[in-house]
């Protein structure tokens, strides 16, 4: 007969509060475990009938023992623990036969998740989350989820009709987490958890670590097995390690994937690349206009698509939108095999409050802070982590690097870094505290990229790290040995915001805003920096990049050839998001795609060929990249000439071996008789005219070369007499 406590124990299966399940089901001794007799116990609430099946024994049918579904059998000479299976009947009168989860011994590895809460383990979605593997012989998935403060855990899915009072999990009191091996689960099967509070109140929550999800607006995880995928990048994967990053040319393509092209489908539908579709027609579109790296906005899983990836729930797994996680490793490969890195947009610094989501994860602020001023993220209605907490720093870390080595993601820009740093960003008085010192610094955050940035570059060689950090916090790009924050490379949010302010200023007046074609030259080689033109700034009634340059349609694009020619020449990495090479009219829209249609006109196609000359002259020319982020690089030749707005700079190679002289007319007004002066006598060679007929242009055909003559100007001895077309920028290169 049942014990009170076992009848205890039935109720509580039941009603899915059972916190011991494996006290009561699975094989157990009816006394001592030394005497002779066992128990099996199975709670199955849609049986009919269940029988037990063991290896040279005849099949036993279990007891109904309690009406919500409780089974047992009774072997009073079994004297040992063995492996059954039990065929289940239900009510329809269907059979079939399954392994019992509470036959098995624990799976998790303690060692590793005690690691995980002591901020140790680096890669501890190898530990959580759902794996499919072979456990005592038998081939399931073990699930492990951290709940420190939930009194019972189910797993709910396909396996057992999305009722988790089937599979309740066995808790690790001291881990504060929750497991169970589940046979016969394979790759593909959903499945959520369902956590009693302490509270008392129950919440259905997607797997933090989960590797794939449903498609919005469903929500739940996805069991993924990544066994059966096989590189073929194998040389790009071992040149990146040797790679010197900040001397190589990097033109970064920023691509929203639901929004670069789309199918021509019915009303309702989104008509979205895949993964795959993206890898056949993005890259060689990419590769044809000579970029180094692809930037995909944010990839992880997100429920809202007018979030543009930037509120993820899954920081583990690829958006379902645009197919499967081998799906996604397919468009990376085929990048790498094209010669194309690629850059994946990654936000640790704040997550969406939605139910299924890590907000309040067991009933607590487990990954959020506790505090809720510092928690609720007032400028986007979201929770920021807890960055005192070692646990929430290896998940974030681990997600880092399950990205980049699992992935074989190139590089991780890092969003709103500056939100991060200042407890006060975008709070008002009272509605932020201070650090221990009185100060404004989120000393917790600052120590945690610094420990972010340090795991990755030890364990992933050339992937980089970069920041989009809108402040002058100083040392961004610095090493963590020097104070710094251990990015590879910061976007420079001054010099966009300056050049873009002074080219969308109508020329006549362009004298007067002078300083913010100069003013850049000032700081930019005090961080390793990233000259962006964002998606930031083609949304939000901003205009596209051609929108905003003045005058008529032609003048417009004539300012966007100057534009990209002078973002090209800049000391920097570049960025351009999608559509700025077809100098698109319209503001990006998230849910439409690129205006194509522009390519039938001359003047648009050629933006995108001067784009594409602008990265092959930029990857020819080491003057034009190796000392990117060296002063030694650069030399102004005029930089004061603000009533006529031209300026003229050197662009030098390393030992001033070499050297690219741009000088730029940022008005219409030509300039017939222009005298540049130039460091060496000779014979010098335009090798780019933004303002080519052959780019749309009406800057008319140059001389092939031209030679100096002897003048002192601007502290030197050589001058080039120049034709300079209006709005124009040239690049000249000796010929030795």
């Known amino acids: 007969p049942m014990t009170p406590e076992a009848h205890a124990a039935a109720d509580a299966l039941a009603s899915g509060r059972c916190a011991a399940p494996f006290d009561v089901l699975g094989i157990h001794p009816l006394r001592a475990a030394s005497e002779a007799g ?83 383990e680096a890669r501890s979605h190898q530990v959580l989350g759902a794996h499919v593997r072979e456990h005592q012989g038998v081939r399931g998935t073990l699930f492990a989820v951290w709940a420190p403060h939930a009194r019972a855990v189910g797993v709910m899915g396909d396996m057992n009709g999305w009722d988790a009072r089937c599979h309740p999990m066995r808790p690790r009191g001291a881990l504060g987490m929750w497991e169970l091996f589940v046979p016969g689960v394979e790759a593909g099967a959903r499945y959520k958890y369902r956590i009693l509070t302490a509270g008392g109140e129950w919440v259905e929550k997607a797997d933090p670590f989960g590797r794939a999800s449903e498609l919005r607006p469903a929500t739940a995880s996805r069991v993924w097995d990544d066994a059966g995928w096989r590189w073929g990048d194998g040389a790009w994967m071992e040149a990146r390690g ?196 009185g100060g404004r610094e989120n000393l917790e955050a600052v120590a945690f990229l610094r420990e972010l940035n340090d795991a990755v570059h030890s364990a992933c060689p050339g992937a980089l790290m970069i920041a989009e950090e809108s402040t002058s916090w100083a040392g961004v790009s610095h090493g963590t040995d020097r104070g710094g924050l251990g990015f590879d490379q910061k976007w420079n949010m001054g010099w966009m915001n300056d050049t873009l302010a002074a080219f969308a200023t109508d020329p006549l007046y362009r004298k007067w805003r002078y300083d913010k074609f100069t003013f850049s030259l000032m700081y930019a080689f005090a961080e390793r920096f990233v000259l962006p033109f964002s998606h930031d700034e083609v949304v939000h009634g901003k205009g596209s990049l051609a929108g905003k340059m003045p005058g008529p349609q032609d003048e417009k694009l004539a300012n966007l050839r100057a534009l990209l020619a002078y973002q090209w020449a800049h000391p920097g990495k570049k960025l351009l998001f999608m559509g700025g090479e077809l100098g698109q009219w319209a503001e990006w829209n998230v849910d439409g795609q690129l205006d194509w249609a522009l390519l039938q006109h001359p003047t648009h196609q050629g933006i995108g060929r001067l784009v594409g000359d602008l990265n092959r002259v930029y990857r020819e020319e080491p003057a034009l990249h190796t000392l990117d982020f060296q002063p030694q690089g650069f030399e102004w030749l005029d930089c004061h000439d603000a009533g006529r707005v031209t300026l003229s700079f050197v662009r030098w190679s390393p030992k001033w071996e070499d050297f690219v002289a741009v000088v730029a007319n940022l008005t219409p007004v030509p300039r017939p008789d222009f005298v540049l002066p130039v460091p060496w006598p000779g014979r010098y060679r335009v090798i780019l005219n933004s303002a080519a007929p052959v780019y749309g242009g009406s800057g008319g055909p140059l001389p092939e070369a031209v030679d100096t003559r002897p003048e002192r100007r601007k502290e030197r001895d050589h001058v080039l007499d120049l034709p300079l077309p209006g709005l124009a920028v040239l690049y000249l290169k000796p010929l030795r």
Do not use: K
Not at 49 to 66: S, W, Y
Not at 68 to 81: D, I, K, Y
Not at 100 to 106: A, K, N, V
């Open 38 to 120: 066992r128990v099996v116990r199975c709670f199955i609430p849609w049986a009919g009938t269940v029988t037990l099946l063991r290896p040279g024994a005849a099949p036993r049918a279990l007891e109904r023992v309690t009406g919500e579904g409780l089974f047992e059998v009774v072997l009073p000479r079994a004297r040992t623990f063995f492996p059954y299976r039990l065929r289940v009947e239900d009510a329809a009168g269907a059979t079939w036969e399954v392994e019992d989860p509470y036959r098995f011994l624990p799976a998790l590895d303690e060692a590793r998740a005690g690691a995980f809460l002591r901020g140790e």
């Open 242 to 437: 040797r790679r010197d990053a900040d001397r190589q040319p990097m033109s970064v393509y920023e691509v929203h994937a639901g929004s670069w092209r789309r199918h021509p489908r019915g009303a309702g539908e989104t008509g979205w690349l895949s993964y795959r579709e993206l890898a056949d027609q993005l890259i060689p579109y990419v590769g044809a206009l000579g970029f180094t790296h692809i930037e995909l906005l944010p990839l992880q899983e997100h429920p809202l698509d007018q979030s543009w990836g930037y509120q993820a729930v899954g920081f583990f797994a690829p958006t379902s939108r645009f197919g499967t996680p081998d799906d996604f490793r397919y468009l990376v490969d085929r990048a790498h095999r094209a010669g194309i890195g690629v850059i994946l947009d990654w936000v640790p610094g704040h997550f969406p409050t939605d139910a299924h989501g890590l907000a309040r994860f067991d009933g607590t602020p487990l990954y959020e802070h506790p505090d809720p001023l510092q928690a609720w993220h007032p400028d986007w209605g979201t929770l920021t982590f807890n960055y005192g907490s070692a646990a929430v720093r290896a998940f974030l870390i681990s997600s880092a690097l399950h990205w980049l080595e699992d992935y074989h993601v190139d590089g991780l820009r890092v969003d709103a870094v500056a939100s991060m740093l200042y407890l006060d960003y975008s709070r008002p008085d009272g509605q932020w505290r201070p650090n221990v010192h």
